[in-house]
């Protein structure tokens, strides 16, 4: 699949995006076992978190999740600059900063999608955190704010940052509306504008860029990638991850990984139990990051069903998961006889 394409290899080729309450380290290391080579993200983490609260708790991580960046909230360069050599102790390869949540409650701490407004601030912050860390620091984007919908806005706002050293941005290729629309529909309203992207790897061909947004089958990144450096997906990922196990082999030219969905279900489990004794960490706050393994499979519904059941809770992992796979089997025989829709 690589000569499908033609573009060198990067380190932000395929990546998942990072995803408030969703990609942390749990679901992080779900990931991992599916593809080896994806670049993973945290979910964002704001500096005033890792200055005044728990550092261990936001920035824990396995040491399996490499290659995994840290997304900063923040603008304030020298906050910023604390918290991506924190980042960097802790063993992150990526310091990212997030110039594209639209939320109200980002807004109120002057960061997020409003950033773009400010990218002389921006190229501050850059260059603060690579002041302070070897590692790379990349900025994640909107191709515009609100009904600015000029191609030259997003232009002028990736000129100014890369002059600060960033060579790596990762755009999100719709506008964020900071008023009006909730995160949701800032993810689905504002229309997709694939070109703009396009046309910003062409005016800085120099640059890394990575495209973001509505991404969805392996042919969509194929044909991303015959024009940009990298694409990252979200939710769809999130939802239906299966089809990471094929990234290494079409998009990085490594052997075909010898999975099966049973495996990696024990795999998390006894992921689990090492969380259970170490942390404390409940199995249920593990377990919801796996849901979609079994997405479209026969019986995939009920074995959904098994380990998000709020009683099974007292129930040691291993116990859920031979339930489960007793609801998978007892679907799929059911489907095999009615139909695809189990009538």
């Known amino acids: 699949m690589i000569g499908e394409y033609n573009q060198p290899s990067s380190g932000w080729r395929l990546s998942v995006a990072p995803m408030l309450d969703w990609t942390d380290k749990h679901c992080r290391y779900f990931h991992r076992l599916l593809t080896r080579r994806a670049r993973l993200y945290t979910e964002m983490v704001t500096t005033g978190a890792l200055m005044h609260g728990s ?11 490499h290659p995994v960046a840290l997304q900063l909230g923040g603008s304030e360069p020298r906050e ?3 918290a991506a050599r924190l980042g960097e102790a802790w063993g992150y390869d990526e310091i990212n900063l997030n110039c594209g949540c639209p939320s109200e409650r980002v807004q109120r701490g002057a960061f997020g999608a409003c950033l773009m407004a400010e990218p002389n601030l921006v190229a501050d912050g850059v260059k603060a955190m690579r002041d302070a860390v070897r590692i790379p620091v990349t900025v994640k984007h909107r191709i515009g704010i609100d009904r600015v919908e000029s191609y030259d806005f997003v232009r002028d706002f990736v000129g100014c940052v890369s002059e600060a050293g960033c060579s790596v941005f990762i755009v999100h290729a719709r506008n964020a509306w900071l008023q009006g629309l909730s995160p949701k529909e800032n993810r689905e309203v504002p229309p997709l504008r694939y070109e703009l992207v396009y046309r910003l790897k062409q005016d800085f061909p120099h640059l890394t860029i990575v495209i973001n947004g509505g991404i969805q089958t392996h042919a969509a ?3 991303h ?15 239906d991850p299966w089809p990471m196990t094929t990234w290494d082999a079409d998009f990085y030219g490594e052997p075909p990984q010898p999975l099966t969905r049973e495996a990696v279900e024990e795999a998390m489990v006894a992921y689990m139990e090492q969380e259970a004794r170490e942390d404390g960490t409940p199995w249920y706050a593990i377990a919801r990051h796996m849901l979609g393994l079994y997405h479209g499979q026969r019986g995939g519904r009920l074995w959904r069903q098994v380990w ?11 116990e859920v998961m031979r339930m489960a796979r007793a609801a998978l089997a007892r679907g799929g025989v059911a489907q095999g006889i009615n139909g695809p829709a189990g009538r």
């Open 55 to 65: 550092v261990r708790r936001h920035l824990r991580m396995d040491a399996q999740e």
């Open 80 to 82: 910023l600059a604390v």
């Open 221 to 223: 990144i194929v044909t």
């Open 225 to 239: 990638l015959g024009h940009v450096d990298g694409a990252m997906l979200g939710r769809q990922a999130y939802y």
């Open 308 to 318: 998000s059941d709020h009683r099974l809770k007292p129930l040691p992992p291993r």
